[in-house]
T-cell receptor, first 115, second 111 residues
Framework: GAVVSQHPSWVICKSGTSVKIECRSL??????MFWYRQFPKQSLMLMAT?????????EQGVEKDKFLINHASLTLSTLTVTSAHPEDSSFYIC???????????FGPGTRLTVT | GQNIDQPTEMTATEGAIVQINCTYQ??????LFWYQQHAGEAPTFLSY????GLEEKGRFSSFLSRSKGYSYLLLKELQMKDSASYLC????????????FGQGTELSVKP
């Protein structure tokens, strides 16, 4: 149980275009989903927290107009990287939690390369 | 803030035992997670400690001391496949369910 999927697993896009990444909880209802970014040899950096049906809460320094997060249902959250730049190239990982549990279940990650 | 500190790198020998330490700020602390992450992959859950003491799961054990703000992950009978990054993460009551991650400890297991 507690499986989280992400799609796509990798994507290459051109500078200036937008990319959408989907995060789905397959066998549980995710009241909260988290989006992380990870650069090589670094730890996870939390970008934003999203609760179903409400606006995402972004961490300091993360541009909410650039990284659009939608959490329209209890099983799906999306992250859209708008007007992508090469410095947005990174490993994006989502996680989900259910109810009051602190445990987060991680998706497999999406490797984004912006050329 | 709730700083989570752990060593950046460690090296150990195949078959040996290694202990990865983690310290955290105790104010508002709920529990502590350990995750394993291989390069290019998402983190996988190893353990969750809420109460003081040692919890053993096969070759991996995790310890917590709430009063000292200290935890460690103990890996026994090391195997080459244990080479990975180990992430310590704290759950805090005042953080809306977020986990606060340490910088990760890159463990290299040598033959």
């Amino acid at each position: 149980g507690a499986v989280v999927s992400q799609h796509p697993s990798w994507v290459i896009c051109k500078s200036g275009t937008s990319v959408k990444i989907e995060c789905r909880s397959l066998d549980f209802q995710a009241t909260t989903m988290f989006w992380y970014r990870q650069f090589p040899k670094q730890s996870l950096m939390l970008m934003a927290t999203s609760n179903e049906g409400s606006k995402a809460t972004y961490e300091q320094g993360v541009e909410k107009d650039k990284f659009l997060i939608n959490h329209a249902s209890l099983t799906l959250s999306t992250l859209t990287v708008t007007s992508a730049h090469p410095e947005d190239s990174s490993f994006y990982i989502c996680s989900a939690r259910s109810g009051g549990s602190y445990e987060q279940y991680f998706g497999p990650g999406t490797r984004l390369t912006v050329t | 803030g709730q700083n989570i500190d752990q060593p950046t790198e460690m090296t150990a020998t195949e078959g040996a035992i290694v202990q990865i330490n983690c310290t955290y700020q105790t104010s508002g602390f709920n529990g502590l997670f350990w995750y394993q992450q291989h390069a290019g992959e998402a983190p996988t859950f190893l353990s969750y400690n809420v109460l003081d003491g040692l919890e053993e799961k096969g070759r991996f054990s995790s310890f917590l001391s709430r009063s000292k703000g200290y935890s460690y992950l103990l890996l026994k009978e090391l195997q080459m496949k244990d080479s990975a990054s180990y992430l310590c993460a704290g759950g805090y009551y005042n953080q809306g369910g977020k986990l606060i991650f340490g910088q990760g400890t890159e463990l290299s297991v040598k033959p």
